[in-house]
């Protein structure tokens, strides 16, 4: 997900916009990006999204992909379909670059997070995988730990699996310890709601259940380390990818969540 290709200011030099502005400024794709920037999606899902036809949304994932922006994943849940992933921390490299290009003192002054206020209700989050043996067990224990009290996460599975102990060893290394936690059925959450029901496996998002109160469905499509063919020692190294990618996701997620809120209030860009 991440890219070794750089974009040179340099390249503007004879007054032509960064490539980034040519990229992002074309209104198609401005509008694919934005659709991505709330949620993992196939290509049938962003032309109904963007009511175009296929062959013209394709062309344009194509310009994104080759530009280093957006991904492709193969679906887990039926091989011949595929999701399309946007690289948020690129992007906001190459924001930051075009603005610097155009000014050097157009560099952003990250915004400092506001204190949740006394009595607030945590903004709740549930994560959805299969097993729940591993991403969504990871993913719940970064976003407790990353929220700072602001966000009630969750976790359950559609065929819960015990908790694997690649899981435990690369959550040791962030510092969390996800000993003696146990694995859940989603059918324990159904009744309950949630601001955010955030699937990460594509199985468990064609059996989703509904949700009272109606949250906001994010699909992250990412790979199931379990699956991975070898030893633990031999796997490690996935576990450890599927952590760095949840830990940047959910950082982008609680940038997006305001953390006094007390009511369903979802912004624009999970």
């Known amino acids: 997900m991440y890219y070794s290709r750089v974009f040179a200011t340099t390249e503007h030099g004879d007054g032509t ?9 074309h209104p198609l794709r401005w509008r694919l990006l934005s659709e991505l920037a709330r949620s993992d999606r196939r290509v049938g899902e962003l032309c109904e999204l963007a009511d175009r036809r296929q062959s013209l949304v394709s062309y344009h994932l194509r310009q994104l ?7 492709l994943r193969r679906s887990a849940a039926d091989g011949r379909d595929s999701y399309y992933v946007l690289d948020l921390a690129r992007c906001g490299e190459l924001l930051t670059s075009t603005g610097r290009s155009l000014h050097p003192g157009l560099v952003p002054t990250p915004c400092p997070r506001s204190k949740r206020e006394r009595g607030a209700t945590a903004v709740r989050v549930l994560f959805l995988c299969t097993g729940n043996s591993a991403r969504s067990q990871i993913a719940e224990a970064l976003c407790d730990a990353l929220s700072g ?16 102990p690649n899981a435990v060893r690369v959550m040791r290394e962030h510092g969390i310890d996800l000993a003696g936690r146990r694995s859940k059925h989603l059918n324990e959450f159904t009744a309950e709601r949630f601001d955010y029901v955030i699937s990460l496996c594509d199985r468990v998002r064609e059996v989703c259940p509904e949700f009272p109160g109606g949250p906001e469905l994010i699909h992250w499509s990412i790979p199931d380390p379990a699956r991975e063919p070898g030893s633990d020692e031999e796997t490690l190294p996935a576990f450890e990818r599927t952590a760095t990618e949840l830990r940047t996701r959910i950082g982008f997620l609680l940038e997006a969540i305001e953390p006094t809120t007390t009511t369903r209030e979802v912004t624009e860009h999970a």
């Open 17 to 25: 916009p960064p490539r980034f502005l040519r990229l992002a400024g």
């Open 65 to 71: 992909r080759d530009g280093g922006l957006v991904s």
């Open 149 to 164: 009290g602001a966000v009630s996460a969750a976790s359950a599975g559609s065929r819960p699996k015990p908790l694997h």
